[in-house]
Nanobody, 128 residues
Framework: QLQLVESGGDLVRPGGSLRLACAVS????????IGWFRQAPGKEREGVLC????????KPPDSVKGRFTVSRDNGENTAYLHMNILTPEDTAVYFC?????????????????????WGHGTQVTVSS
């Protein structure tokens, strides 16, 4: 069974940076797309950035464009979300999720319903 554990969430001041990690166990990461999602209080879970097994990434939403990037290290079975110039609007629980993709270049849509395995989330709070 694939298991995902997020880490790196913290309280950070506006303008700050964080790097979230998603450690995957149970199976090699090589054939799984990874997605990062977030859910703010009272809002639906939304896609932030997703990355294929081969490293191709989704188009970021306008809310994070130019500030967030995604990467992965298949050898370490870990994916990362790099977040810069954080604003209070980025405050949310951040989740990583995985989907099996036999084709390493395949990148499912970066929406929650496309992903099958989920971590429990890590809290990011941006506040002065």
């Amino acid at each position: 069974q694939l298991q995902l554990v997020e880490s790196g969430g913290d309280l950070v001041r506006p303008g700050g940076s964080l790097r979230l990690a998603c450690a995957v166990s149970g199976f090699p990461l090589d054939y799984y797309a990874i997605g990062w999602f977030r859910q703010a209080p009272g809002k639906e879970r939304e896609g932030v950035l997703c990355i294929s097994s081969s490293g191709g990434s989704s188009k970021p939403p306008d809310s994070v464009k130019g500030r967030f990037t995604v990467s992965r290290d298949n050898g370490e079975n870990t994916a990362y979300l790099h977040m810069n110039i954080l604003t209070p609007e980025d405050t949310a629980v951040y989740f990583c999720a995985a989907k099996f993709t036999p084709s390493v270049t395949n990148l499912p849509l970066c929406v929650p319903k496309e992903y099958d395995y989920w971590g429990h989330g890590t809290q990011v709070t941006v506040s002065s």
